[in-house]
């Protein structure tokens, strides 16, 4: 019998209070980046802080114990003993609690997720599913977040045998060595367009781990680092705490240079902090690093970081009509709360538990295959992806496509842009012999997430969004397979919020890319090959806007976007990007904010801010002859009266519209010709509330989907 199965408690190692305070600072940038907010965009650098300190702590323990006998068995029985019962016991719950919270839960990928997490291969789980990670059906996988434990747990299984046998006379050139293959291993797969490779790979990410290995090997071997001066450890504290601290708010998972050399520079920074709260000699400016409250939450990272990402899913508006503050500091109770039982009943019994580590392994294996077929057993029989998303074998299994054999069969899907064009649409179908559908999901985009707008700020009703597509897409006929899948809608030319990170235009265009690819792939399902039309760039004057400038804000993100369209077409899946700027703006791009004959354009994908009120006014040019104006309008379905004001150049003309959809105000013109100022005032009667309309938003963009005029001699 091995001499490390012996009776005994599980006595607590000693703990470095400024250790903790380096976790208390990692799990908080977590959590804040988890949180959404805009400030720590970079917060999801506090994982690599962690696996620096666990690398750290793990290698100096591997080198203190390096002549015990058993020490191998040891080493992963502790391990073990950390992790794994928590795992255990958090799969199972959290599973039950989205089965019962998200009713729109897709099962089978929820049952992959846990099974691999408590595996700990999530990581390699989610890189293999690279293509749905911007799921817009499902929402965010719970386990996602156990990506990071999957890649600890896969290095410490070679780690203590590499450390013993392979480097042990030339450790830190090897372990240096190492760091650096990892690096470059990082900066080759990290490019282009899809960096979750590099991003989840264990030998990529190793680097932070190495980092952590490299100072423990470091450190044990020179003399010289304990009698550095005070100084040079506190000089040194907050020059890389300062550092990592701004990455916190400047870095982002998709730029480039985070491949390239970012995330080697948080393990050194990461490293350097290590070092130097290791050495005993912080003292001063950087004692809060020990204070009591941060060690608190230090302590307890592990627990925090286990709970926190499943209850921000699951706390979430898309099953709580809660505000925004209701929702956080509901998150923040659970988080607390949750936490601090899993710490206390969970890794402090397990402390000081009396048990051999043969009985406590087994009751181990046995707890993990009751939690795997507890899994599996509570996702059988589940629901699947939606008809739409069934997978390859179903779309081999269609073979219709127009009704009419040898016919072109083309289906357009998109929001009210697509709507506006529906009558233009089918006609152009009829005149050259083309079967059309128009599939049209009003007010939303068809990326996931929710739409920012110019300020940052989240547009609530983009919320409701993601269901109204499952919804629309839903009932598509996907028997009858089209030939061409046309995507073209204006809110997906917006900077959004997806999985909790904002990804601005201009600055995140490859995570957009990332989902323009990845949804142009699901509408796939509905034809054989598919056409990305980007939205035109607009350029805004005071013909719309009194007093705007040339150029506005919003220009820059629709110029942004299409850019990222149409870098985003991969041929090879039959996926391919328009521009329609050369043949929809006289300018090719911008747009400008009036175009003959039609002079409020919603084919650029604008409403601007008139919209928001009940009062709209704009600026056409008729052409010579033009004797009276006809304003043609689209009222919206959920408006059971309408009445109108049109005024042209100060003749005012009234329009009350009850059941018709489409109509249209003639305004004679009189004067010269020249620039005429058209205003338009609306006031509608809402549908019951039960219909999903808020009686109180009483705005033009509720009321009209378009307003286009058009210009008539005698």
Known sequence: MSTGLTEAPFAQPGRNAAIDGLRAIAIVAVVLYHFD??????????VDLFMVISGFLITRSLIATENEKGRFTRFYIRRIRRLLPAVIIFVPVVVTATILITPEIVHTPLRFDALWSMAYGANWRFIATSASYFDTVAPPSPFRHLWSLGIEEQFYAVWPVALHLFIRRKRLLAVLGLFIVSAVLMASLGGGSDPFRAYFGTD??????LAGCLVAVWTTQRESVSTWNNRGHAATFWVALLALMSLFVLADATDDWMYRGGFSAVAVLGGCLVWVATAGSLGGSAGWLSHPLVTFVGRRSYSIYLWHWPIITLVNRRYLDWNSSAIHVTRIVLILVISEA???????????IRITERRYLSAVIAGTAAAGLLTIGMTAG?????????????VEAITGGS????????????????????PGFEQAATEIGVDIEVVVISGCGLLPGQTMGDNGDIYAPSADCAKAVESVLSTVNVSRRADLVVWMDAWDAQSRVVDGRRLVIGTNDRALVRLIRAKAKELKMFGGKVVVVATPERAFTSAIIPGAPEGREKARFAGAIRNVMIAGRTADDDIYSLDPSEFVCESKSPCPDTMQPIDFAHATGYWHDGWAGTTVEFECTPPAGTKHIRVIFEKTPHIDNLLVFVTVNGLTIRRQVMASEVFFVDV????????????VVAEGAFVPKDQGINDDTRTLSYMLRGVEARF???
Not at 37 to 46: E, H, P, R
Not at 668 to 679: F, H
């Open 403 to 422: 009704d009419n054999p040898g016919r072109l069969f083309v289906r357009v899907i998109g929001d009210s842009v697509v709507e506006s064009l529906k």
């Open 342 to 352: 899993s710490y206390r009943l969970i890794e402090e019994r397990l402390r000081t």
């Open 204 to 209: 990529t990410r190793a680097q932070a781990l």
């Open 712 to 714: 008539a001699g005698e």
């Open 668 to 679: 004679p013109l009189t004067g010269e010709p020249g620039t005429a100022v058209i205003s």
């Open 382 to 394: 589940a629901r699947s992806l939606p008809a739409y998303l069934a997978g390859d074998r179903d």
């Open 37 to 46: 907010l805009s400030w720590i965009g970079g917060g999801f650098l506090g």
